[in-house]
């Protein structure tokens, strides 16, 4: 997938059409577009639509509202991922060709029933950054023909990265350059640990593409140099480094800044209605009152 490399800066906001745009991603939009700016930088907009049943053409117009209210202005024409399936297909194909790939069929009720038995036992299943119980890869034991016999037995499934073997391919240790700050204020060289998330889905049944695989395919191709995001994404940030590396795709600079929490201490949702840039506008709010609000020390 060679792409020449950019002659600037490029910053880029993907928003998903599942919901009204909330405190949260105004402030990460305002970043990205003032920090290309301050770089004389490109800034891009993303529409990250891959779950079409949840996304809505309606909350993708809602974007392009809130975001010129804002005083926003990014490049023409815009991106949408639903337009670009067969470029995630194909690399999928080409970790599958690798030999990194396993389909998997454990729905969430099977797992759940098998972290409960372990459990039961009093030693504790692993989980990953995001606490969720890491998927059981039994399936990763299994021969290519046995594979292929799950695949064509019509069962739903998911094609899943066995990080374990992805991992043991790398010639050299894998970091990425953080300029914001992780968690516990990580920065600078950070060594990524994609072990911690077990084996990602990369595509299933119902969706063609992960987040995951989707996300490092468009940076790629939109030439994006400066992944300026919300800290609740720092740890996934292990994993698109490791596919970056199996995809011989180019690394960007990564930037995890603050989050806008709620009420109850936890990142906003697009459930609380009450936080978004929509409701702020029509309570009379200026874009002005909504900037000096957010943006501080991000």
């Not at 804002?70 to 599958?96: K, N």
């Not at 990602?200 to 395919?217: E, G, N, Q, T």
Request: proline share 8%; glycine share 8%.
């Amino acid at each position: 997938m060679p792409v020449p490399p950019p002659a600037q800066p490029v910053f880029r906001f993907a928003p998903s059409p599942n919901g009204l745009l909330h405190l949260g991603h105004a402030l990460s939009a305002i970043i990205n577009h003032d920090m290309a700016g301050a770089r004389g930088g490109r800034f891009l907009l993303r529409i990250e639509d891959i779950d079409r049943t949840r996304c809505r053409p309606e909350f993708e117009a809602a974007i392009f509202e809130d975001l010129a209210w804002l005083g926003l202005i990014w490049e023409q024409p815009v991106r949408r991922q639903s337009d670009h399936l067969d470029l995630y297909a194909a690399a999928l194909e080409r970790l599958r060709t690798m030999g990194l790939v396993y389909p998997s069929v454990m729905t969430r009720g099977e797992i759940k029933t098998a972290v409960a038995a372990h459990e039961a036992s009093g030693q504790a299943w692993p989980r990953d950054p995001d606490g969720t119980p890491l998927y059981p890869g039994r399936e990763r034991e299994l021969t290519a023909s046995e594979q292929a016999d799950l695949v064509a037995g019509g069962r739903p499934h998911a094609w899943r990265l066995d990080v374990a073997k992805a991992v043991g391919r790398l010639a050299e240790p894998l970091l990425w350059r953080e300029t914001g700050a992780g968690p516990a204020g990580e920065t600078g060289p950070i060594a990524a640990d994609p072990r911690a998330w077990g084996d990602v889905v990369l595509s299933r049944s119902d969706a063609p593409s992960s987040y995951h695989l989707s996300v490092v395919v468009d940076d790629t191709l939109q030439g994006i140099t400066h992944v300026v995001r919300g800290r609740d994404l720092y740890h996934a940030t292990s994993i698109h480094r490791l596919l970056q590396r199996l995809l011989d795709l180019p690394e960007p600079v990564y930037h995890h800044h603050r989050l806008i929490l709620g009420p109850d201490g936890r990142k906003l949702s697009k459930s609380n209605g009450d936080t978004s840039i929509a409701a702020f506008r029509a309570a009379g709010r200026s874009p002005a009152e909504l900037r000096a609000m957010i943006v501080e020390a991000a």
